[in-house]
Structure formats: structure tokens, C-alpha cells
């Protein structure tokens, strides 16, 4: 549902260019430079990127509400009063000063074993001597790009503030090409359009999918981060935000007369967008700079402006490759309700075990036991189970409050029992909270349900917040709501469980910190292939947008693509190759991932699915072979535990041949690479499943020129030979 | 503040007087009629007392909000969408059934050891054929009243529903007098003003008092229940609710021209009433009905529409009485704050122990044993401290989320030995959770709190809701506040601690079904002595209102009258007399009973000190002498564990001359009666501390004559001679 169209707020700037980099921060290999300078008062930045300019001034700062009286300085009169809401102009230099980083981390999981973050840093402050107040504006320029924020020192005349919106500009230099979804405070699911700036107005309603469990977009030229552009000149901008915390998430709206992108929070149910109390800083507002996009894969400019893991032994925080009962319901084959007897559930005063079972549910004790069975055979971590607990019948679209408790399992599903089995088996059960949007609910019932968790040696939650949010009014990307997915995090990591919540917020690198957050959804996955399909070029820029912050349980591995075949009814057809899903595992990082598909698919290629066996979820080191937004993604990366290396490549708009180097490998050694490559005939409309495996024996020297269709691609594993 | 006044609606009546008494039910004593009929399908019922119209023909039922898409029935077109939205136009009668019902059941505590449920009921079953939904309104008559609910059965056509109003009429039958408070969404704090029905809207702005921490009005003919009114010709009718549990609280709104009220819940931050689930119904609209005022204070209409307890083992809920630092800090002598040197705080990160103690904290280890000396020297049960905990340099006003973690003490507070102490010396510490009106923060934390507490032996809480509510825009007597006031009251049952809840909701007698509910304040409590004072006739007319439907938490027993002695700077003045505040443990009845002043105070006047260490708090029975709303309160009450009775007698609007009959006492014996009365020349600007206790030997035989002064009274304790 669209609840509100509001139209673009055009920010009028009177003032002349300002004087060109008053106060200058260039990257360590001098490839970016930013300017900062006051115009009358008015903050603006702008950024060069080898000596071309790709951020024309821009504006920065915040505007206030103004219920809060201690901070309205209504006594100096009706002017001040109103200039007192004014964190965007007024200012004054108070100093500057500088400094630099260069150092390594060690993060618990990811795409490289050290991450590198260096940068030269600018921290100018500036007061406002009317109102006794201080703001500062930090800079940091890296070699891939630049970051900023707005820091709060405390100070008695700025102590509590409510924002009213962030005003942090993004003066774009050209009607550049922009990889963008709608902007929207409920959902990020939706396929990527790919326009010039100036065509985003035309498109934007085509593009909006009314369809989603909630949609809330706000501008016709609303749109989310991160946002991937690029210039006529080649050049590579990605914006996005790092480390939100305490603070709602930021959209950008343009204003499609200037190519400006000014910040768009998200507003909370009284439409105020953020209760900050000083000392306090906002996210990092980030852009990726580049003329090689391959760059915008490398970045880890999100992370390294998150803070160091909080959690001090991490020793239980691991890597986790799980199957599922969730496809058959997706596709519509089994249901996540035990019985079609009731269409209203109180929870406690339904009695299931006096209700029908309706035949199709799917978490029950015998298909549960055979999933633990295919993943131990198969070398699984766990099983995830979705519909195991009371409620499902009733669970969406009422603004329910107590929706589930989280705690009390169908009687087909004996959880202690299934529990056992699957701990004597070597594998561990997945946990499945679904909060139906209701959060005060959730909270209450958190700390029971992760007892319940630790308990029984569950050690990983998939959550979920689908549909409208409880408190009713609030959004997804709230900054209430935000609060919410972090305190989750934190209690989750009292009781050593690892999350990956969807529904939730885009992530913005707190992985960082919350290593246990190891997945997140916050994108169009490929539950939607069940409902509709995704575009062909939707893995292809994923990396490019949604990646960034984070990674996405996207569930691939889909091997049995006419979904009539053992669902009938459901004529979705998925537009892709068993090659191009096995690629997925490669380009599209997670510490988290799934082998969506039945077991009976997966034991009809074995073959085939011998590379989701063997693909690693850690890695030692990545090497971005090809990339173009949307059209290509090629990766190589090192297994971190042996000197294994996987390659993954997916094709986007137009079928491809891709050439690569192996020069990655060790000098001198030999390889046996396995090549899971489309046949000759495969298609995607109804040849996704002919595919090829070959074996060649490999070097650093060696090349491979190999195919991929439009949707699909190619995966290598490459073993070093004994 | 004042965040809106809404025009009263008008409900426009098109349609002729109802038929007369189509269906009919009388109380068990005939005196009451009351009468329901069906006129064009819209419900209606009025009632008589003794032959005469109380209650004019009033319309009944609720209208719903459209957002529900599964009940609109918008398929069959707009005008069944539109009638879709009435459940108060439209029915049939189906069928109606009777029944009757007369019970004692026995109260954990209470004014009487036994109370007596007997009543005739109607159960009105009403069907919209077009929309193939029911209705059900349930009608109970006792001898001192009338109630009514909604009953929603389980329907697939009346699933969930969003109340946009309920449409509940009281039509009155003339320009009654009324004893009322405004209506308002936040607080309950006020002084009652009595006028005619049709004064209301004129004095109303001038009742309203925006200096309350937090305040919302809705109309200028909006008034709180209870509601107290009287005839010309001497009939007292008490409008009030019972058992509002999953429901908004209930205003009544006055049509000023049809001296009609109609009820008016309080919404939601989206504007929103009420959400439901069926099967359910609404709380009991209940009308007290009588000729003699002393049955307003002997109706248990409030308690009997409640379920039974839900506790099964209540043998841990016991009555306090209770001394607590607290009155020096409502006067200023003291303050709950350990520093003045910190104007914000974040929890956690501020160092106390850095900090300069500024010399006024009252919560301090010297103080506390002070109070846990005098409490275990006077026999009181517990001693509350407030400011104990960290945070209240900054707890107000900024809409903090993280305000209180209510178990951290602050550095002068001993939180292990002081309650060690207490315990030695047989005392109890009470537990203060000020939450700020943070509901959110307060139920991520409640676990942890109460655990403090039962591990610490702490069994009784006073929480408080003061100032705007967080999640913002909430009110404070809205469903979703509701709802978390019976979360926090079954979540200290859990831990067997007893809740002594200010700020909340108005009681409804929910306290039978969680006999744990030991305390509310939701009105003017003696606080207001110290910050400007009540009305004189303040305690003559809470009995009527306010203590219709539970305990009130007065914390009377002041015996400085002139604060300015103690607290230089606090010229408040409070007019009333030592005996007058002595009378309140009798006439005002709660089950947790404080001595509020200061021991010092206390010291000075141990003779009449007296009185508050014998009175009782749990109660065989009570007799009701004397009653007329805002002019007097007698009341006599016999110990449950002893022979000896304890009388109270208030005045209100003047000066008086009680005489009363001590018939209630048991014929032939003999007894001790102390009489503490104001002195001749007392009065309540400077001479409320003159005083005057006698002794006298009093039989069932004999008649007392006593003076009391406006806004004082006197207290009077039996005891049989051996």
C-alpha cells in the first residue's frame, strides 16, 4: 500500500558557489579531494576525484523540531527562535584539524581474512555564537571513496534535540545513470531499474510494488542507498550510510532540476526523525569513488567506519550453511498453518490438538527428519524450520499484537524430540521468530524464547518482520525500529546466538561491531522467483547496492526451476541456470548460506550440487575479476581454512562471454579446476537445468574463456592437485 | 499543555422514543427497571428507579474504523461498506435470555470480609443479517445499579475490528448536579468542581490545569468517571466502568442541549480506539442508582463485574502500611537527585562517583536508616525510597527512552546493607520504579527489576507514569497503556510482588482478578498539598469517585501544616486538621496506607500519632454513617483480626456537626472509644495542629456528637474494655 506520495522537497540555495576548499582532506594516494568551506554561515563540502569534480558543493547539516523548549531560545525572539532550529546555517569556524589512519582489523567472518582502513581525517568544528552551540563535521577520505558525520559534544544549550530532517546534500555534476529502487520506509524488496537521473520521476510509479507485505514510499524521486550511479565519464559513485545506529535510516530524494540528492530520513509514527541526546553523532555518510567498479566490490569503507566487535570472545560465532523447510511453503507445496479449521487464533486459548491437521503442513516430525537426515549426509550445519510454532493461521495483516509466543511448537512437531535427532545427527536445528511486524511483542516475549534457544542448543534465529509495524505507525527503518533490530542483536548475543533478521533495516557495516548479526534479508530474494521472479540482472548489481553494509541471506541454489512441477499452480518460472545459482554462493558474500531447494531436487544433480558442498563461507582472501553494475559480477576467493579457490560469475541484461585470469594462484602450483558451466543449449526459459561439468588442470598462467547467460553464470572450484 | 479541544460531537438522534420496555429486567428488590428496545434497528435503553425515569432512552453500540479490509464489506457496494462500519444501526433481535445470580465471595482485601454479587440479567442477542454478524449486549441490574457490555461471539464476518467510538448514551432526565473532573487522556489530577450539567461548558477552561507533567483534554463537555450526579429530587446516579481490560479507558462526553452523555475512549496515537479480537467484549458501563449517597460508598457494583482471581495462591499478598522518603522531597527539603552537577544523562556512562554529591539527596544511607529506625519502632511494614536509583538529575520532560534501569543505586545508596538493615529490624524496603511514562524501556527491564526485588525481598513497587508516554504520542489511559499496565501487575504477580501503580489508568476494579493491585493514585493525592493544595472538600467527594473501582494511594497524615518550617521557601498552606488527616485512614480505603510526614513531625505529636500505628487496613466489615458527596464521609469500620472499630468523618464544603450512633457495635458490650478531634479553636489556616483526644466509655447504646471543620474531621478508635 502506498500510503503517501508527498512531492519533493526542493531545497532553494541562494547563496553563490562558495569559495572553493577553504579547508581541504585528499585521500592517501591523492586520487580525492574534499573541500569543506562555510558560504555566510551555510556549510558545503565538495569532493574532486582525479581532478574532476564529482560532488559540486553541497549542503550539510540538520533542521530541528521545535516542541523542544529547552533548546528553542524563544526568549531571544520569534527569529532566533526559528534560527535556533537551524543546524544547517549560522556558523561560525571555530578550528579545524587533521589527522590519519592507517592499520589492519581482523574481522570475525568476511570476505578477506585482514581488512585494511586507511584514510586521512578532517574534523572541522564549527559554533554558532548566537546560541552557545557547537557542531562538528567529520571527514574521512579513504582511496575508495569519502565519508562524513555530524558530531554533538555535549553542551548545555544543545543537550536533547528532535531532528526534523538531516540536510546533507549530494550535488551530483551531470545526468548521471543511477542503479536505483524506490525509496521507501517499509521495504527495499524490489527489482532495480537502471535510468538516467532525470528519468527516475517518469518511472518511479511503475516501480513501486503495491504488492509488498508494506510499502510506504515518500517521493517520486525517493530512492535508497546504497545507490549505485555512474557517470558519462566512467566514473563509479556508490551512497550509502555506515553505523546506523540510534538514528533512522536515511533515504535520498533528488531534486531532479539541480541533480541534488538531499538526505531523506525516516520519519517515526509522529513523523519526527530522530531524539538524540547529546554527546551524540550521526551515521557515517559514505560515497565509494571509483572509475574501475570492481572498486565498489573491494570497499570496505562501511565496515571500517563501524566500531570494533563489542562482543569480546566471538569464538561462537560461526559460518553457517543451512537447508530448509521453507521452499515448499514459498512455492505453495506445504503451509506454514497446521490446520485450515480456524481463521482466528488467540494463542493459549486455541486448543490445535481438538483442530484438523490440513495435510500440508510442512515443520512436521516426519519431513523435519528427513531434511536433518539430507543435511547430515550432505554436510549441513543446520536445518531451519519455518511454521513450527503456534499461530500461523492468523498471523498477517490484522495489526495483531500477540501473534506468537515464540516458545509453544504445533503437536506435529515435537521439538524436543526433533531437537534430539538433529543434535545426534551432527546438525543443529534453526530457529524461526516471524514477529508479524509486532515488535512490543517480540520484546516481550525475547528473552523467554532465547532461553528456550541456548537451552537447546539452537545457536542461530532467522527473524522476521513482515508486514505493518506494532507501534502502530511506526516503519521499518525507523529510528524506534532500528533501535529495536540492534537490542535483538545484543540480547541474542547474551545467549550466544547469531541473527539474521529480514524485515529489518539495510545493514550499514554494524556487523562490524555485532558479529553475531551474520545475515540480514532487506532486499528482493529469492523468495520472490516463487512469486513472479526476479529480473535476469538482479544478482548482478546486488553486490553493487544492497551488499554493501552487509550481507543478505539471498537463499540461492535453486536446481528445479518449473515450480508447476511439484506445486501445481504456481507457473512462476525462474530465469536463471543451476550454473548461475552456484555462482551466487561466490558473489554474493554471507557468512550465512542457504541451499534453498527440496532435498528430491538436490539428489536429482547431485553432481552439480557437489560445488554447494564444497564452496567455503570464509575466506582468505577475494579478487574481483569482472565487474559491471548490472551487467557482470566475476570473483575469485580463497578458502580460509585450506588453499581451495572458488569462482563465481553471473551474467545480468545480456548473455556474455567472460575471460579470466587465474593469475590469482600460487605461482608454479597445479590445480584441478572444476567447471560448472551452462551447456551449449541451455536456456532460462526452459533449459535452466542443462549444465556441464568439466575438469582442467590449472595454473597461475592459465585462462578460461567461459559463457553465461543473461540471469545465469558459471562456478569454479579450483583444488590444488596433490 | 493542552494539545487539543475538539468540539463535542453531536449525535444527532433522527429517530422517535423507542417503544417502551420491549424487553425488560429488574434489580433483585424491584427498585430498578431497566428497559432495551430495538427502534429501526438501532438498540436503546433507559431506566427507572422506583418509578421514575434515571435514564432516558439512550442508544447504544460502537462504529468502527474502515482501515479493517476484511470487514468492510465493500464488495457489496458503498452504502453496506459505509453500514458495515455500525455495530449500532441495523440489528434484529434474535433472542434474548435471563438469568439471575446471588453469591458472596470472599475479597484478599477489602472494606468487608465477604461481598455480596446478586443481580438479574438480560442477555440481548442482536443480528445485521446483511453483514451475517451478532452482537450480543449483556445487561446486569443489582439492587444499587445497572451494567452493560458488548459480547462479541467468534464470527467469520466480526473477526477483528478497529473501534473508531464506542456510542454509549447516559441520557439524563434534567440539568442535574454533577461533581466532576475535565476529561482528559493523561491525568486524573484535579480538583472536583460541582455545578449544574449545563455549567460544565463554561467553567471548563478555567478546571483545566496545563501545569499537570502531562495533559490532554478533548472537549469542553468532557468529564472523567466515576462521575457523580445529582437530582432535584434527590436521587444520586454514579457513572463509572468495570473490568477495562484490553480496552481504552472511558470518558463521557455531554451534549449540553440533550443533557446526554455519550461515551469517549481515549485513542491511540493514530487516532484509533480499540482493537479487537473476536470472541470478546467491551468493559461494563456501569450506573450506580440510588436514593441515599451512603450506598454510592457501599456499592461493590465495580468489583462484582470483575472475574475472580486469577492468583491462586494469594497467602503472599498482604495490606502495608508504610512510612517512605518522600514527602521531603514533594516539599522541597530534599531532592531525588544525588548531583546538581550533571544536566544529562546517559545510564552507564555517567560516573556518579565523579561527581559532587550536593547535600540535599534524600535516598542517602544516613536518612534510610533514620526511616527504618522510626519504621520498626512505630510497627510500619515497609519504608519506600524514592531516588535511589540513577538518573534523576535528567528524568523529565526531554521524551527519554533510556531514563531509569531500576537497579542501579547511586553511590550514597547502599542498596545490600540498607536492606540487610531493614530486614534486621523487621522492615521492608518498598521499590520505586518511576519510569518516566518509558514504557518501552520500562518493559525491557522489568525482568530484571523484579528479580532484584525477589531476590532481595522487596514485595511491593511503587510505579509511576509520570509525563508524556514513550512510545510518543500514547496517552495515558489508551488500550496500549492498558494493556501494559496488566502486563506489569501479571509480570509482579509472577515475582509475588505487590504493585502500587500512579499515573496509571483509573481502577475498575481489576484489582479482584489481580488482588496484587494493591494501589493506584489517577487522581489528586496529597502531593498537590505541597504545590499549591486541594480543595477542602477534596476528600468528601473522592470516596464517590475516584475510590469507586479501587485503592487510591492518598498517602495522607500530614501533621506540619506550615511547610515553609521545614522547607524555607514552600509557603504552601493545607487546609486541614491532624484529625482530619487521621480520619482518611478510615474514610479513604486502601489496603496500602502511608504515613506521609516526616518522622520528626510524627515525634512531636506521638498521642495522635497513635492512631495511624493502630488503625487497621484489612476490614470485617464497614458501616456506612453519614454521605453526601463533597459535604461529609462517616464511616465506621471493624477490624478483620480484633473487636475494635476505628471511625473516620470528613467535611467537606463547611464547617459541621456530626452526630452518629454507635449501633454497629456489639449489644451489651462495653468500649473504650478515643476521640481525636479538633480543638475549639482550631481551624485550617494556623491552628490545624490544635487537637484534642478524650476518652469514653461507648456501648451500642450511644449516640456522638463531634465538631469537624471544613476540610478536617476527626477519627475515632474502639476498643472493647476487658
Known amino acids: 500500500?502506498?500510503?503517501?506520495?508527498?512531492?519533493?522537497?526542493?531545497?532553494?540555495?541562494?547563496?553563490?558557489?562558495?569559495?572553493?576548499?577553504?579547508?581541504?582532506?585528499?585521500?592517501?594516494?591523492?586520487?580525492?579531494?574534499?573541500?569543506?568551506?562555510?558560504?555566510?554561515?551555510?556549510?558545503?563540502?565538495?569532493?574532486?576525484?582525479?581532478?574532476?569534480?564529482?560532488?559540486?558543493?553541497?549542503?550539510?547539516?540538520?533542521?530541528?523540531?521545535?516542541?523542544?523548549?529547552?533548546?528553542?531560545?524563544?526568549?531571544?525572539?520569534?527569529?532566533?527562535?526559528?534560527?535556533?532550529?537551524?543546524?544547517?546555517?549560522?556558523?561560525?569556524?571555530?578550528?579545524?584539524?587533521?589527522?590519519?589512519?592507517?592499520?589492519?582489523?581482523?574481522?570475525?567472518?568476511?570476505?578477506?581474512?585482514?581488512?585494511?582502513?586507511?584514510?586521512?581525517?578532517?574534523?572541522?568544528?564549527?559554533?554558532?555564537?548566537?546560541?552557545?552551540?557547537?557542531?562538528?563535521?567529520?571527514?574521512?577520505?579513504?582511496?575508495?571513496?569519502?565519508?562524513?558525520?555530524?558530531?554533538?559534544?555535549?553542551?548545555?544549550?544543545?543537550?536533547?534535540?528532535?531532528?526534523?530532517?538531516?540536510?546533507?546534500?549530494?550535488?551530483?555534476?551531470?545526468?548521471?545513470?543511477?542503479?536505483?529502487?524506490?525509496?521507501?520506509?517499509?521495504?527495499?524488496?524490489?527489482?532495480?531499474?537502471?535510468?538516467?537521473?532525470?528519468?527516475?520521476?517518469?518511472?518511479?510509479?511503475?516501480?513501486?510494488?503495491?504488492?509488498?507485505?508494506s510499502t510506504t514510499v515518500f517521493s517520486p524521486t525517493g530512492v535508497q542507498t546504497s545507490l549505485q550511479l555512474k557517470t558519462d565519464d566512467g566514473i563509479y559513485l556508490n551512497i550509502h550510510e555506515a553505523a546506523c545506529i540510534n538514528y533512522p535510516t536515511m533515504h535520498l530524494n533528488l531534486n531532479d532540476t539541480t541533480m541534488t540528492f538531499t538526505s531523506w530520513l525516516t520519519p517515526d509514527n509522529q513523523g519526527r526523525k530522530g531524539y538524540m541526546q547529546t554527546p551524540c553523532a550521526t551515521p557515517w555518510r559514505t560515497v565509494i569513488i571509483t572509475d574501475d567498479a570492481r572498486d565498489i566490490l573491494a570497499s570496505r569503507i562501511a565496515y571500517n567506519l563501524n566500531e570494533p566487535s563489542k562482543i569480546e570472545d566471538t569464538s561462537w560465532i560461526k559460518p553457517v550453511k543451512y537447508i530448509g523447510v521453507w521452499w515448499e511453503m514459498i512455492t505453495g507445496k506445504s503451509s506454514w498453518n497446521y490446520t485450515d479449521d480456524v481463521f482466528s487464533v488467540?494463542?493459549?486459548?486455541?486448543?490445535?490438538?481438538?483442530?484438523?491437521?490440513?495435510?500440508?503442513?510442512?515443520?512436521?516430525?516426519?519431513?523435519?527428519?528427513?531434511?536433518?537426515?539430507?543435511?547430515?549426509?550432505?554436510?549441513?550445519?543446520?536445518?531451519?524450520?519455518?511454521?513450527?510454532?503456534?499461530?500461523?493461521?492468523?498471523?498477517?495483516?490484522?495489526?495483531?499484537?500477540?501473534?506468537?509466543?515464540?516458545?509453544?511448537?504445533?503437536?506435529?512437531?515435537?521439538?524436543?524430540?526433533?531437537?534430539?535427532?538433529?543434535?545426534?545427527?551432527?546438525?543443529?536445528?534453526?530457529?524461526?521468530?516471524?514477529?508479524?511486524?509486532?515488535?512490543?511483542?517480540?520484546?516481550?516475549?525475547?528473552?523467554?524464547?532465547?532461553?528456550?534457544?541456548?537451552?537447546?542448543?539452537?545457536?542461530?534465529?532467522?527473524?522476521?518482520?513482515?508486514?505493518?509495524?506494532?507501534?502502530?505507525?511506526?516503519?521499518?527503518?525507523?529510528?524506534?525500529?532500528?533501535?529495536?533490530?540492534?537490542?535483538?542483536?545484543?540480547?541474542?548475543?547474551?545467549?550466544?546466538?547469531?541473527?539474521?533478521?529480514?524485515?529489518?533495516?539495510?545493514?550499514?557495516?554494524?556487523?562490524?561491531?555485532?558479529?553475531?548479526?551474520?545475515?540480514?534479508?532487506?532486499?528482493?530474494?529469492?523468495?520472490?522467483?516463487?512469486?513472479?521472479?526476479?529480473?535476469k540482472w538482479h544478482t548482478s548489481i546486488l553486490p553493487f547496492t544492497r551488499l554493501q553494509g552487509g550481507p543478505m541471506d539471498y537463499t540461492p541454489g535453486i536446481f528445479e526451476f518449473d515450480l508447476s512441477k511439484f506445486t501445481p499452480g504456481n507457473n512462476s518460472k525462474i530465469a536463471s541456470t543451476i550454473p548461475g545459482q552456484l555462482a551466487l554462493y561466490v558473489t554474493m558474500y554471507s557468512p550465512l548460506q542457504m541451499a534453498a531447494d527440496l532435498p528430491e531436487h538436490y539428489e536429482q544433480h547431485l553432481d552439480a550440487f557437489q560445488f554447494i558442498k564444497d564452496v567455503p563461507l570464509e575466506w582468505e582472501r577475494s579478487v574481483y575479476l569482472e565487474a559491471e553494475p548490472m551487467e557482470y559480477v566475476t570473483i575469485a576467493r580463497k578458502d580460509k581454512n585450506s588453499d581451495e579457490w572458488y569462482v563465481g560469475s553471473t551474467a545480468g541484461t545480456a548473455d556474455r562471454k567472460s575471460t579470466i585470469s587465474l593469475s590469482f594462484l600460487e605461482p608454479g602450483r597445479k590445480y584441478d579446476a572444476t567447471i560448472y558451466a551452462e551447456a551449449p543449449d541451455a536456456n532460462t526459459v526452459d533449459g535452466q537445468q542443462r549444465y556441464k561439468i568439466t575438469h582442467k588442470t590449472v595454473t597461475s598462467k592459465s585462462k578460461l574463456t567461459l559463457n553465461a547467460l543473461a540471469g545465469g553464470g558459471y562456478a569454479i572450484s579450483i583444488k590444488p592437485l596433490k
Open 346 to 535: 488467540k494463542l493459549g486459548e486455541t486448543d490445535y490438538s481438538k483442530t484438523k491437521p490440513n495435510g500440508r503442513h510442512g515443520a512436521n516430525n516426519e519431513k523435519v527428519r528427513r531434511y536433518i537426515d539430507f543435511a547430515a549426509e550432505h554436510g549441513f550445519d543446520q536445518v531451519l524450520v519455518e511454521g513450527w510454532n503456534e499461530g500461523w493461521e492468523d498471523w498477517f495483516g490484522q495489526s495483531k499484537d500477540y501473534v506468537f509466543d515464540f516458545v509453544t511448537p504445533y503437536p506435529d512437531f515435537d521439538f524436543k524430540a526433533l531437537n534430539d535427532y538433529a543434535h545426534s545427527k551432527g546438525v543443529k536445528l534453526m530457529m524461526h521468530h516471524e514477529t508479524s511486524g509486532s515488535v512490543r511483542n517480540y520484546e516481550r516475549h525475547l528473552d523467554k524464547a532465547y532461553k528456550l534457544m541456548a537451552d537447546n542448543g539452537y545457536n542461530s534465529v532467522k527473524s522476521g518482520y513482515v508486514g505493518n509495524i506494532i507501534p502502530r505507525g511506526e516503519y521499518h527503518y525507523s529510528q524506534w525500529l532500528n533501535n529495536h533490530y540492534l537490542y535483538a542483536i545484543q540480547k541474542a548475543a547474551d545467549n550466544r546466538i547469531m541473527v539474521n533478521a529480514h524485515e529489518a533495516s539495510r545493514p550499514t557495516g554494524v556487523a562490524r561491531t555485532y558479529p553475531n548479526w551474520i545475515g540480514n534479508e532487506s532486499a528482493r530474494g529469492t523468495e520472490y522467483q516463487a512469486m513472479g521472479g526476479n529480473d
Open 1 to 213: 500500500m502506498i500510503r503517501e506520495i508527498l512531492l519533493a522537497a526542493t531545497l532553494s540555495i541562494s547563496c553563490a558557489v562558495p569559495v572553493y576548499g577553504a579547508e581541504v582532506v585528499t585521500s592517501p594516494d591523492g586520487d580525492i579531494r574534499l573541500s569543506f568551506d562555510l558560504e555566510k554561515g551555510n556549510p558545503f563540502y565538495s569532493v574532486d576525484f582525479k581532478g574532476k569534480q564529482v560532488i559540486a558543493p553541497s549542503r550539510m547539516g540538520l533542521e530541528l523540531y521545535s516542541e523542544n523548549g529547552r533548546n528553542t531560545f524563544s526568549s531571544q525572539g520569534e527569529k532566533a527562535a526559528a534560527d535556533a532550529l537551524k543546524l544547517c546555517s549560522g556558523f561560525e569556524l571555530a578550528n579545524t584539524t587533521r589527522d590519519s589512519l592507517s592499520e589492519t582489523w581482523t574481522p570475525v567472518w568476511g570476505e578477506e581474512a585482514e581488512i585494511l582502513n586507511k584514510y586521512n581525517s578532517m574534523i572541522v568544528r564549527l559554533k554558532q555564537p548566537q546560541f552557545d552551540r557547537v557542531m562538528n563535521i567529520e571527514f574521512r577520505v579513504f582511496d575508495d571513496g569519502i565519508a562524513f558525520r555530524y558530531e554533538f559534544p555535549a553542551q548545555p544549550h544543545l543537550n536533547y534535540f528532535v531532528i526534523k530532517e538531516e540536510m546533507s546534500q549530494f550535488a551530483m555534476t551531470g545526468d548521471h545513470w543511477a542503479y536505483w529502487i524506490p525509496g521507501d520506509y517499509d521495504t527495499q524488496e524490489y527489482n532495480y531499474t537502471k535510468s538516467r537521473l532525470s528519468e527516475i520521476r517518469g518511472l518511479f510509479p511503475s516501480k513501486v510494488n503495491p504488492d509488498n507485505a
